[in-house]
C-alpha cells in the first residue's frame, strides 16, 4: 500500500527555519519523483518544488528559490524540504506527493511549470504557520 506521511511543520516566526519530512511506504522513494506543494486558504495549489528519483534532479518554485532545500535520503526511503528565511507568505498547509511520470514533470519543470494533475499519491498535509 503507497503511502506519504509528511511531519515537521509547526508554527515559527519570520525570519525563522523549518525542515519537512515526507516517509514514504509502498514504494522505494528513489524510483518516483516526489514534489512539495503547498495551499494557502483562498489560494489555489502551489507546486513548491521537486526531486527526480532516477538522478536527483531538483525544481523549485521562483517564490522559494534559494531559500527551500529538497533533498533525498534513500536508506530511510524519505524526502526532506528545508526552509529558510520564512515568511508569512510561506503560511499554508504543505503536501508531498509521488509520481512515476518523471519525464513529463522533468518537461514541465524545464519550462517552469509543476502541475500537481501528475502526481498519483498523496499525503495528508502538515500545516506551516508563520507568525511573530
Known amino acids: 500500500q503507497v503511502q506519504l506521511v509528511e511531519s515537521g511543520g509547526g508554527v515559527v516566526q519570520p525570519g525563522g527555519s523549518l525542515r519537512l519530512s515526507c516517509a514514504v511506504t509502498?514504494?522505494?522513494?528513489?524510483?518516483?519523483?516526489i514534489g512539495w506543494f503547498r495551499q494557502a486558504p483562498g489560494k489555489e495549489r502551489e507546486g513548491v518544488s521537486c526531486?527526480?528519483?532516477?538522478?536527483?534532479?531538483?525544481y523549485y518554485a521562483d517564490s522559494v528559490k534559494g531559500r527551500f532545500t529538497i533533498s533525498r535520503d534513500n536508506a530511510q526511503n524519505t524526502v526532506s524540504l528545508l526552509m529558510d528565511r520564512l515568511g508569512p507568505e510561506d503560511t499554508a498547509i504543505y503536501y508531498c506527493?509521488?509520481?512515476?511520470?518523471?519525464?513529463?514533470?522533468?518537461?514541465?519543470?524545464?519550462?517552469?511549470?509543476?502541475?500537481?494533475?501528475?502526481?498519483?499519491?498523496w499525503g495528508q498535509g502538515t500545516q506551516v504557520t508563520v507568525s511573530s
Open positions: 509502498g514504494f522505494t522513494a528513489e524510483s518516483y519523483t
Open positions: 506527493a509521488a509520481s512515476s511520470r518523471t519525464e513529463s514533470i522533468n518537461t514541465a519543470t524545464f519550462y517552469g511549470y509543476h502541475p500537481s494533475s501528475l502526481y498519483d499519491f
Open positions: 526531486i527526480s528519483g532516477s538522478e536527483g534532479t531538483t
